[in-house]
Protein backbone atom coordinates (compact mmCIF):
# COMPACT_ATOMS: atom_id res chain seq x y z
CA UNK A 1 0.00 0.00 0.00
CA UNK A 2 1.14 3.65 -0.95
CA UNK A 3 1.84 6.21 1.86
CA UNK A 4 0.43 9.34 1.34
CA UNK A 5 1.19 12.68 1.72
CA UNK A 6 0.02 16.61 0.68
CA UNK A 7 1.86 19.62 1.26
CA UNK A 8 1.36 23.65 0.08
CA UNK A 9 3.91 25.12 -2.23
CA UNK A 10 3.99 28.85 -2.33
CA UNK A 11 5.02 28.53 -5.93
CA UNK A 12 2.45 28.20 -9.43
CA UNK A 13 1.77 24.76 -10.15
CA UNK A 14 3.48 24.70 -13.61
CA UNK A 15 6.81 25.80 -11.54
CA UNK A 16 6.06 22.50 -8.95
CA UNK A 17 5.60 20.08 -11.62
CA UNK A 18 8.41 21.25 -14.07
CA UNK A 19 10.89 21.31 -11.10
CA UNK A 20 9.68 17.71 -10.06
CA UNK A 21 10.29 16.45 -13.48
CA UNK A 22 13.16 18.21 -14.10
CA UNK A 23 15.77 15.01 -14.17
CA UNK A 24 18.74 17.36 -13.61
CA UNK A 25 16.72 17.79 -10.21
CA UNK A 26 14.92 14.55 -9.13
CA UNK A 27 17.97 12.88 -7.09
CA UNK A 28 17.51 15.69 -5.02
CA UNK A 29 14.22 15.17 -4.16
CA UNK A 30 13.13 11.62 -5.15
CA UNK A 31 14.34 8.83 -2.48
CA UNK A 32 17.38 6.94 -3.64
CA UNK A 33 15.66 3.59 -4.78
CA UNK A 34 13.66 5.79 -7.76
CA UNK A 35 16.66 8.26 -8.96
CA UNK A 36 16.99 7.86 -12.38
CA UNK A 37 20.73 7.24 -14.06
CA UNK A 38 19.34 9.30 -16.66
CA UNK A 39 17.88 6.73 -18.65
CA UNK A 40 14.40 6.59 -17.72
CA UNK A 41 11.75 9.36 -17.43
CA UNK A 42 8.51 9.58 -15.43
CA UNK A 43 5.26 8.79 -17.13
CA UNK A 44 4.22 12.29 -17.62
CA UNK A 45 0.57 13.48 -18.04
CA UNK A 46 1.37 17.64 -18.43
CA UNK A 47 -1.98 18.71 -18.86
CA UNK A 48 -3.09 16.75 -15.63
CA UNK A 49 -0.10 17.77 -13.94
CA UNK A 50 0.75 14.15 -12.95
CA UNK A 51 3.70 12.26 -13.23
CA UNK A 52 4.54 8.50 -12.39
CA UNK A 53 8.16 6.76 -11.58
CA UNK A 54 9.10 3.47 -10.89
CA UNK A 55 12.25 2.25 -10.42
CA UNK A 56 13.83 -0.82 -13.03
CA UNK A 57 16.42 -1.55 -10.43
CA UNK A 58 14.67 -1.57 -7.34
CA UNK A 59 11.20 -3.82 -7.93
CA UNK A 60 7.99 -2.35 -6.00
CA UNK A 61 9.04 1.40 -5.74
CA UNK A 62 7.18 3.62 -7.34
CA UNK A 63 6.35 7.14 -6.94
CA UNK A 64 3.11 9.54 -8.13
CA UNK A 65 2.69 13.39 -7.95
CA UNK A 66 -0.59 15.62 -8.66
CA UNK A 67 0.05 19.28 -8.95
CA UNK A 68 -3.34 21.20 -8.48
CA UNK A 69 -3.43 24.97 -7.79
CA UNK A 70 -3.54 26.15 -4.84
CA UNK A 71 -4.15 29.27 -2.24
CA UNK A 72 -2.84 32.38 -3.44
CA UNK A 73 -1.33 31.52 -6.80
CA UNK A 74 0.75 28.48 -4.95
CA UNK A 75 0.04 24.48 -5.57
CA UNK A 76 -0.86 21.62 -4.08
CA UNK A 77 1.02 18.96 -4.15
CA UNK A 78 -0.17 15.37 -3.70
CA UNK A 79 2.31 11.85 -3.64
CA UNK A 80 1.49 8.48 -3.19
CA UNK A 81 4.62 6.42 -2.81
CA UNK A 82 5.26 2.99 -2.29
CA UNK A 83 8.69 0.81 -1.07
CA UNK A 84 9.65 -2.21 -1.46
CA UNK A 85 7.10 -5.08 -0.97
CA UNK A 86 4.52 -2.68 -1.69
CA UNK A 87 5.14 -1.19 1.68
CA UNK A 88 5.94 2.86 1.79
CA UNK A 89 6.91 4.94 5.45
CA UNK A 90 4.43 8.05 5.62
CA UNK A 91 7.91 9.73 7.32
CA UNK A 92 9.00 9.01 4.24
CA UNK A 93 6.71 10.81 1.78
CA UNK A 94 6.85 13.73 3.88
CA UNK A 95 10.34 14.15 3.70
CA UNK A 96 10.26 13.28 -0.38
CA UNK A 97 7.79 16.24 -0.26
CA UNK A 98 9.89 18.55 1.63
CA UNK A 99 13.11 17.70 -0.31
CA UNK A 100 10.88 18.74 -3.55
CA UNK A 101 9.79 21.80 -1.62
CA UNK A 102 13.54 22.76 -1.18
CA UNK A 103 14.49 22.29 -4.82
CA UNK A 104 10.67 24.21 -5.90
CA UNK A 105 12.05 27.34 -3.87
CA UNK A 106 15.88 27.11 -5.29
CA UNK A 107 14.59 27.17 -8.45
CA UNK A 108 12.49 29.91 -8.17
CA UNK A 109 15.77 32.26 -6.40
CA UNK A 110 18.22 30.18 -9.03
CA UNK A 111 17.27 33.00 -11.80
Known sequence: MAAHAERGMSAPPEVVFNTAT????AAAWLPQPLRSDGRSRPDVSAG???ARWASASAPG???????????AGGAQVQLDLTGASGQADPGLA????????REVAENLTAG
Do not use: F, H, K
Not at 22 to 25: I, K, M, S
Not at 61 to 71: K, N, T
Open 22 to 25: DPDR
Open 48 to 50: QMR
Open 61 to 71: WSAEIRVEPGD
Open 94 to 101: EETLANLA
